[in-house]
């Protein structure tokens, strides 16, 4: 009897798995009992339990469907009484599905058909969807994006670092190059955030000064030095913003402003002065260095040594902590934010509004900054 039984369970077992709906109802209920799990964690009690640790009661459950690669499934999301309750089964799948569906939409605006959507959309998903769910979904990312711009910062942020970049976006009809302005910075616990994007015309005062007037009105303080390349824009606008606190010249920047004057048979030459001089952290050290290289290629460089000496003292802050030199000096950090925009966006090519181009930077932006609350702090700041 009991080989029967065993034999006619294994049997019904391999025809779950054989077919699509039997995956699906395992999934389904593997994702319930995860549901259920986590609420009995999240009320440090399971059902029933008298316990002196109870954090609240459960309060019935919620229906829920939710679309995966299996099918939809069908869940009771529990809900609980006296505390907030909120799973985190669903976030990360919704934005990485609502990313997904956005550059599904922006193959709709490229000329691409519905039916090979359909098809790309079948085998990446597993689900068929319509133009009006990706509308839907678009919105309800451009909602969430708009909470996680306008969060209030209330940490104090010592250090920011600021960059842009500019991408083809076609407006009225015309297809112009359009500024994406990116803040992030780093806080009081040394852990780098995301603080804003943007879409604008160019790098203009206005524009940054628009960018910082928001920052300080979500709470931003404890600024200290800002690490930028030497537009006249970002200067201008931090001088009205934030009086007094250091601006600190990245040498990246610099490096390549100073070898665009340079031949290419001495290019390699110059480089390596450069770099020999950035690793200078003296500051009286840097200038009498830097004096002498600019001698050196005065005579066949003479834009070279001027450009050298008129900016070399910008790229030497006495306000950077020194054990933070190392990762201050340059925007290297925002530098590889806008490397991982630029594979994302290259894809695309032109942009067919502003509003797309925000969509999709912010959300390469919001995972971005995901990533880092999962990393060790960035930097060591004391207490």
Known sequence: MAKAIRAKVEESVHEMFKSEEGLRKIVESVVQVALNTEIERHLQAQRYQRTDSRRGYRNGYKRRRLKTRVGELE?????????DFHTQLFGRYQRYEGALLTTIAEMYVQGVSTRRVATIME?????????TTVSNVAQQLDEQLEQFRSRRLDKDFPYLIIDARYEKIRVNGNVISQAV???????????RE??????ANSESEATWDDVFLTLVMRGFR???????DAHSGIQAALRRRFQGVTWQRCRVHFIRELLKCIHWKDFAH???????LMKVENAEAARHTGAEIADKWASRYPQFSQRLEAGIEDCFSQAVVPQHHHRLVSTNMIERIMRTLKQRTRVIGIFPSRESCHRICG???WELHEDWRLETPYLRIAN
């Open 270 to 276: 110059a480089a390596r002065d450069l770099k020999m």
């Open 194 to 199: 995301i603080l804003d994007w943007r879409v």
């Open 222 to 228: 404890g600024l200290q030095v800002v690490i930028s």
């Open 181 to 191: 302005l990116v803040t992030a910075g780093i806080n009081s616990a040394g852990e």
């Open 123 to 131: 085998k990446l998903g597993g689900f068929e969807i319509s133009a």
């Open 363 to 365: 959300a390469v932006l």
């Open 75 to 83: 869940l009771k999301l529990p809900q609980s009484r006296d505390t």
